[in-house]
């Protein structure tokens, strides 16, 4: 009797011991890692995210804890997404999109991540203001057309800067933004092509406008130094000047086009006294 008593103590031993041994014993994959909590406080993180490791060294596998004690936090080691919703952006050239875009994070500070956010999902809460904010501030910067161009590149550059910055506050790290759709509102492009055909009329015009001007103030300066040479003329030889004035007077009356002038005067009118001579 006492043996079995015996036997049943040391049974009971047995299992205590491999109930804490299991309690004691975690599995983390490799797609995942993890942050131990001892009284809530982050001591220790498990095969957390290090550029430098080559690949396939990882920190995964079965990893001891304090049983009662240590909390284990899993976080997705894998690539994260942030889905902002559709947004209206209005451009410089005063067109408003309809805008959808995602943004792709991983966590790699999990210790600082825990201590800030909690949780990736709560990260992922934390970007998509932000994501929202830095999207409609850099695109509207920029024209409809640029959002057509190499110039998209740049903007989503600026866009994924902005939105890692505050990224990493979270112990996150953004590593792409891409937008999935930049439309127009129904009924917007035609009130587009309409503001932009009338934009190019006044362009046109005011283009216009300005070659009169300028024709103008040079034809005046033609004339004004054209009527500086004929009084310089004028000042060195009367005569002579008298004479060219005269001859262009009798190209522009007698040289008609249809062969048709008639001219009457008499012998002896002064209009003719270059013209014979005198």
């Excluded at 220790?44 to 430098?52: C, E, L, R, V």
């Amino acid at each position: 009797m006492d043996r079995i008593q015996d036997l049943k103590g040391v049974l009971v031993v047995i299992a205590l011991a491999l109930v804490v041994l299991l309690s004691s014993v975690v599995i983390v994959p490799e797609t995942e890692q993890a942050v131990v909590l001892r009284f809530g406080e982050p001591v220790k993180k498990i095969n957390a995210f290090d550029p430098s490791k080559d690949f396939g060294e990882t920190g995964a596998g079965m990893v001891l804890r304090i049983p009662f004690v240590d909390r284990l936090v899993r976080i997705d080691k894998r690539l994260l997404t942030v889905d902002m919703e559709q947004q209206q952006v209005l451009s410089t050239d005063q067109l408003r999109l309809n805008v959808d875009a995602y943004a792709r994070f991983r966590v790699i500070d999990p210790i600082k991540m825990v201590r800030t956010a909690g949780t990736p999902d709560r990260v992922e809460d934390q970007l998509k203001p932000i994501l929202t904010s830095v999207l409609r501030q850099e695109l509207g910067k920029r024209t409809f057309q640029s959002l057509l161009t190499a110039e998209r590149g740049k903007a989503m550059q600026n866009i994924r800067d902005g939105l890692d910055l505050q990224a990493r506050k979270y112990g996150a790290q953004v590593i792409d933004v891409r937008i999935k759709r930049a439309d127009l509102p129904d009924g917007a492009l035609e009130s587009a092509f309409s503001r932009m055909q009338a934009a190019r009329e006044q362009e046109a015009a005011t283009i216009r406008a300005q070659g009169q001007k300028r024709a103008q103030i040079i034809r005046a300066e033609a004339e004004a130094e054209a009527a500086n040479t004929y009084a310089a003329a004028y000042g060195k030889d009367a005569d002579f000047y008298d004479f060219y004035r005269a001859m262009q007077s009798y190209d522009y009356s007698f040289n008609s086009e249809d062969g048709a002038t008639t001219i009457l005067l008499s012998p002896d009118n002064t209009y003719l006294k270059q013209f014979k001579g005198n």
